[in-house]
């Protein structure tokens, strides 16, 4: 990371299937001013999310002095070319395949722009400012509208050779793909499955936590399915830490206690005793904090 003082700022804007939130951070990682949220609309055209998009960071912009901008961070639900910044075929943003949204930032602001997908992001802001703040490796999954994977080492993202290494969602799992059990939409799937009611995931830990015995049960497919994309990945890389993020960690109390303790059986003896799991430290705002710590980051 470059040595900043706190006067750089920098927008983030974090893009998801559900939400877009923005804000002002700067070299430090603190808020500057009050972020806003707009409703994605991802099935909506694509002119309309973009327009949303556009809205957000211009208001963001007025309340920014040239002379101390970096510059605007993306984090967007991938997968992404990182390179020329164009949404790829992402299933949460359907009508936003092979969209160039990097250059059309910025083509429309001026502004020198940062792009990854929303995990890295979200990950590389917890490295820095977050919970992963001082550890040399983490490993984060973000649990939302999806489910996604980073790896920070040594204070880089590893991004892989084409850009979308830990984009995990479509790994198989049981009868479909991991991001079906491991996720918001999919703690809503199984519920329904199970009881012919539907849900969302707030919901769902509220009945959980009150002791429904189906919503305690989905729970624990929810966090088997975690514990099934963590040993795989945590074999591969051998983290310092693990940093779970994303809205869904809000019920991390009804997943985090079971995946603790069925997680050290798939592990070799020395990374379970040592396994450090860890709640996103910056909250609800980690995505677009971590979109705005692109724009610290040293190239």
């Known amino acids: 990371m470059t040595d900043t003082s706190s006067r750089d700022l920098a927008i ?15 070299g430090s990682g603190n808020v500057i001013g009050t972020p ?6 991802a099935y909506g055209p694509r002119e309309k999310i973009v ?3 556009l809205e957000l960071l211009n208001e963001m912009l007025s309340q920014v002095p040239d002379s101390r901008l970096r510059g605007i961070g993306i984090g967007c639900s991938g997968p992404i070319d990182i390179n020329t910044g164009t949404i790829l075929e992402c299933n949460t943003l359907p009508t936003m395949h092979h969209y160039p949204l990097k ?20 990950m590389f802001g917890e490295a820095v400012w977050g919970a992963g703040r001082g550890k040399s490796s983490i490993l984060g999954i973000t649990l939302g509208t999806g489910c996604g994977c980073a790896f920070i080492n040594d ?10 290494a830990g984009e995990i969602w479509q790994a198989p799992y049981r009868d479909s793909f991991i991001e079906d059990y491991v996720s918001g939409p999919g ?7 199970s009881t012919g ?16 015995t189906e919503a305690l049960k989905v729970f624990d497919e929810f966090a088997d399915g975690l514990v099934f994309a963590l040993s795989w990945t945590l074999n591969l890389v051998d983290p310092e830490a693990v940093i779970i993020g994303g809205s869904v960690v809000d019920s991390s109390d009804l997943f985090i206690p079971r995946v603790t303790e069925k997680l050290p059986k798939y592990l070799t003896r020395e990374a379970a005793e040592h396994i450090n799991i ?9 995505g677009y904090i971590g979109a705005a710590a692109l724009m610290f980051e040293d190239k």
């Not at 974090?14 to 877009?20: M, P, Q, S």
């Not at 250059?103 to 979200?122: Q, R």
């Not at 204070?155 to 979308?164: D, E, M, P």
């Not at 860890?278 to 980690?286: D, E, H, K, P, Y």
């Open 187 to 193: 703690l809503a799937r199984m519920y329904k499955a």
């Open 278 to 286: 860890l709640c996103a430290g910056l909250g609800n705002n980690s």
């Open 103 to 122: 250059h059309i930032i910025e083509l429309t602001t001026c502004k020198k722009v940062c792009m990854n997908n929303d995990a890295n992001a979200m």
């Open 51 to 53: 327009a949303s998009i």
């Open 197 to 212: 009611r539907e849900a969302d995931g707030k919901e769902i830990a509220e009945r959980a936590r009150a002791g429904e």
């Open 36 to 41: 806003r949220e707009t409703p994605t609309n």
């Open 12 to 26: 983030g804007i974090d893009i998801g299937g559900t939400k877009i939130k923005c804000g002002i951070v700067d």
């Open 155 to 164: 204070g880089k993202i590893w991004c892989g050779y084409t850009g979308n």
